[in-house]
């Protein structure tokens, strides 16, 4: 899609809004064409060309109407402009973010955190400053013609002598379009480069401590800069220059009128007065000129942003598509109310089957050939059944689990609920039918009890149960406010295990059909572990499909699957295990051994 075609999406969003913006910027710009008449006519009153009965009293009062005027057409003018840009804006970043979250979820953002918040912050407001310099041109454009007819009735030949240089202008704006572009998108690269960096340290900071590589990082941050400025100089240089060079025409402009006008004075055709108001409309067209050569500069660099947001939000026509679509944004009255997801009768669990499911990571340097694929991957879960993966570090069982759920795209395979194949995974299996606890699970800065609702009524969510399942009941009298607690960034004010435990407990509070945990337990202590899962199977039906090497959970399996590299090995009971499968019997024995805390988080990541 055509960055023009982009432009005319957005401004259909809010035609009315819009126009209104166009109109009061047009009023604006042709008050000042007034005030620039009304020095014409003051010039004329001194010198004695003014028409008859025009004074220099009836002259000051012009000036003060226009103005007031102009004040007035100001005030009205940028409490629109306010309003369609804040609309503009509001839209782009929620199209954004809604883009985020319809993508298969463990691959929702490309890049890392940082560059994602660079696009929404940066990239969104140069699109919307491009609407804002669209509405510029074309009131511009008015106080030109307007301009043009006033200057060519008093004199066309000096009209003429003043325009073609300016139109000169346009012609380099072209021919230096294309590397204004080349340098915007290396800046931006850049940019993002460094943003990422500085995100991600700050995530792992404790990483970094154990690894000692505070100074290495440092360095390393400083290369990303050194290079971001030389992108940055280059683009600034290169656009300031140009924007000079623009401005500076009107001064060219000026002395070109004095030339051409100095018969036309002394013959007297041409008054002090027209004189002042060629000056005066020089400068206007010199402004619209120049603007016009930024607003080139800016479509180049738009043009970078929407590719950037593209990306963000998917490939192709399709992810522009979603970026400028037009959707409620709520920005008066009362939000609408959050959709409670109700239970269906197709929506209770009698078996889950998944047959030949097959994934590969995407190919890369290091990778050439994929760096894991999950191949041919077939069981059942019945209602009521309590089944494990478990499998060696880097077996897969985490990427099985985003294939099944759909936060990874399967690439063969089927998946049925009930006997009845499952066409969007990423949508199904939510609450009520699914709900899933990652390895490292995602707590934000507010209370405990807002984490565990995360946006549900409190109504319709049984939130005493739900701690008391996930046994977290024991730690709310240690915690300050109990429920009320504000956890901090991540759950940081919270350990490990009282963090996997709140995730738990989000699970609990929506009752799913079919609870899926990645290695829920691996925080916990064996006692809190097993009275968790005596809670969990309280609910006669509760169904559960659990990634772990605990030996509670492995004893309490109906069904244990064993991962290797990517497969199933096997699949049976523990003693059935135990007798026919020399993988499992080597996990059981801890040749295998468990992973350290440290190690846990090395194994999220190869696992996915």
Same mark, same amino acid.
Request: hydrophobic share 45%; glycine share 8%.
């Given at each position: 899609?055509?960055?023009?075609?982009?432009?005319?999406?957005?401004? /259909?969003?809010?035609?009315?809004?819009?126009?209104?913006?166009?109109?009061?910027?047009?009023?604006?710009?042709?008050?000042?064409?007034? &005030?620039?008449?009304?020095?014409?006519? *003051?010039?004329?009153?001194?010198?004695?060309?003014?028409?008859?009965?025009?004074?220099?009293?009836?002259?000051?009062?012009?000036?003060?109407?226009?103005?007031?005027?102009?004040?007035?057409?100001?005030?009205?003018?940028?409490?629109?402009?306010? /309003?369609?840009?804040?609309?503009?804006?509001?839209?782009?970043?929620?199209?954004?973010?809604?883009?985020?979250?319809?993508?298969? %979820?463990?691959?929702?953002?490309?890049?890392?955190?940082?560059?994602?918040?660079?696009? *929404?912050?940066?990239?969104?407001?140069?699109?919307?400053?491009?609407?804002?310099?669209?509405?510029?041109?074309?009131?511009?454009?008015?106080?030109?013609?307007?301009?043009?007819?006033?200057?060519?009735?008093?004199?066309?030949?000096?009209?003429?002598?003043?325009?073609?240089?300016?139109?000169?202008?346009?012609?380099?704006?072209? &021919?230096?379009?294309?590397?204004?572009?080349?340098?915007?998108?290396?800046?931006?690269?850049?940019?993002?480069?460094?943003?990422? &960096?500085?995100?991600?340290?700050?995530?792992?900071?404790?990483?970094?401590?154990?690894?000692?590589?505070?100074?290495?990082?440092?360095?390393?941050?400083?290369?990303? =800069?050194?290079?971001?400025?030389?992108?940055?100089?280059?683009?600034?240089?290169?656009?300031?220059?140009?924007?000079?060079?623009?401005?500076?025409?009107?001064?060219?402009?000026?002395?070109?009128?004095?030339?051409?006008?100095?018969? %036309?004075?002394?013959?007297?055709?041409?008054?002090?007065?027209?004189? +002042?108001?060629?000056?005066?409309?020089?400068?206007?067209?010199?402004?619209?000129?120049?603007?016009?050569?930024?607003?080139?500069?800016?479509?180049?660099?738009?043009?970078?942003?929407?590719? @950037?947001?593209?990306?963000?939000?998917?490939?192709?026509?399709?992810?522009?598509?979603?970026?400028? +679509?037009?959707?409620?944004?709520?920005?008066?009255?009362?939000?609408?109310?959050?959709?409670?997801?109700?239970?269906?009768?197709?929506?209770?669990?009698?078996?889950?089957?998944?047959?030949?499911?097959?994934?590969?990571?995407?190919?890369?340097?290091?990778?050439?050939?994929?760096?894991?694929?999950?191949?041919?991957? %077939?069981?059942?879960?019945?209602?009521?059944?309590?089944?494990?993966?478990?499998?060696?570090?880097?077996?897969?069982?985490?990427?099985?689990?985003?294939?099944?759920?759909?936060?990874?795209?399967?690439?063969?395979?089927?998946?049925?609920?009930?006997?009845?194949?499952?066409?969007?995974?990423? =949508?199904?299996?939510?609450?009520?039918?699914?709900?899933?606890?990652?390895?490292?699970?995602?707590?934000?800065?507010?209370?405990?009890?807002?984490?565990?609702?995360?946006?549900?009524?409190?109504?319709?969510?049984?939130?005493? @149960?739900?701690?008391?399942?996930?046994?977290?009941?024991?730690?709310?009298?240690?915690?300050?406010?109990?429920?009320?607690?504000?956890?901090?960034?991540?759950?940081?004010?919270?350990?490990?295990?009282?963090?996997?435990?709140?995730?738990?407990?989000?699970?609990?509070?929506?009752?799913?059909?079919?609870?899926?945990?990645?290695?829920?337990?691996?925080?916990?202590?064996?006692?809190?572990?097993?009275?968790?899962?005596?809670r969990v199977f309280e609910r006669e039906d509760a169904t559960c499909l659990v990634v772990s090497h605990r030996r509670p959970a492995l004893r309490r399996a109906d069904r244990i699957i064993v991962l290797t590299n990517g497969r199933i090995d096997a699949v049976g009971t523990h003693d059935e295990l135990l007798d026919a499968c020399?993988?499992?019997? /080597?996990?059981?024995?801890?040749?295998?051994?468990?992973?350290?805390?440290?190690?846990?988080?090395?194994?999220?990541?190869?696992?996915?």
């Open positions: 899609m055509k960055i023009r075609s982009i432009i005319w999406r957005l401004i /259909r969003y809010r035609p009315g809004l819009y126009a209104a913006d166009v109109g009061a910027w047009i009023a604006i710009l042709l008050f000042e064409l007034g &005030a620039g008449y009304v020095a014409k006519l *003051f010039f004329d009153v001194i010198t004695g060309d003014a028409p008859a009965g025009l004074t220099v009293w009836s002259v000051v009062a012009l000036v003060m109407a226009a103005g007031l005027a102009r004040i007035v057409s100001i005030l009205v003018g940028a409490l629109i402009d306010i /309003r369609h840009r804040f609309t503009m804006e509001t839209l782009l970043r929620r199209n954004l973010l809604e883009g985020i979250l319809k993508k298969p %979820g463990a691959r929702s953002v490309p890049g890392s955190t940082g560059e994602a918040l660079n696009t *929404f912050r940066d990239d969104v407001l140069v699109v919307e400053d491009l609407l804002s310099w669209l509405i510029d041109q074309l009131a511009l454009a008015s106080y030109a013609a307007v301009a043009l007819i006033i200057l060519i009735r008093i004199d066309a030949r000096i009209t003429a002598i003043v325009v073609v240089p300016l139109l000169s202008v346009v012609v380099a704006a072209r &021919a230096v379009s294309k590397y204004i572009r080349r340098f915007r998108e290396a800046s931006r690269r850049a940019t993002e480069k460094v943003t990422g &960096a500085i995100g991600e340290a700050m995530e792992g900071v404790q990483a970094i401590q154990l690894a000692g590589a505070e100074e290495d990082i440092v360095e390393h941050v400083e290369v990303l =800069n050194r290079e971001r400025l030389r992108t940055t100089v280059k683009d600034r240089l290169l656009s300031q220059s140009f924007h000079s060079f623009f401005w500076n025409a009107a001064t060219l402009c000026t002395g070109l009128i004095l030339l051409a006008a100095a018969d %036309g004075i002394r013959a007297g055709t041409f008054t002090v007065g027209d004189f +002042a108001l060629f000056v005066t409309y020089v400068g206007v067209l010199a402004e619209v000129i120049a603007a016009f050569g930024d607003f080139m500069i800016h479509l180049k660099q738009a043009g970078v942003s929407v590719s @950037r947001m593209r990306n963000l939000v998917g490939s192709g026509d399709g992810g522009v598509e979603q970026v400028v +679509a037009h959707r409620p944004i709520h920005l008066r009255g009362d939000l609408p109310d959050v959709a409670t997801p109700t239970r269906g009768p197709g929506d209770r669990l009698h078996s889950l089957r998944v047959r030949d499911l097959a994934y590969r990571w995407p190919e890369d340097e290091e990778h050439p050939g994929g760096p894991f694929s999950l191949d041919d991957i %077939g069981f059942e879960v019945r209602q009521g059944e309590f089944v494990v993966i478990t499998g060696r570090i880097g077996s897969g069982k985490t990427t099985l689990l985003r294939a099944l759920l759909g936060l990874l795209p399967s690439e063969d395979g089927s998946i049925e609920w009930n006997g009845i194949r499952v066409e969007d995974p990423a =949508n199904f299996f939510v609450p009520p039918r699914c709900a899933y606890t990652p390895q490292v699970p995602q707590l934000f800065s507010q209370s405990l009890r807002e984490n565990i609702l995360m946006g549900r009524a409190e109504e319709g969510a049984n939130v005493d @149960r739900a701690v008391r399942t996930a046994v977290l009941d024991q730690d709310l009298d240690q915690l300050q406010a109990g429920l009320d607690t504000v956890v901090g960034a991540k759950g940081v004010k919270l350990s490990g295990g009282q963090r996997q435990r709140t995730a738990a407990a989000r699970m609990f509070a929506r009752e799913p059909e079919l609870l899926v945990f990645d290695d829920l337990s691996s925080a916990l202590d064996v006692e809190t572990e097993r009275a968790l899962w005596e020399d993988e499992y019997t /080597r996990l059981w024995s801890g040749e295998w051994s468990a992973p350290t805390a440290i190690e846990a988080g090395k194994r999220s990541q190869m696992d996915s």
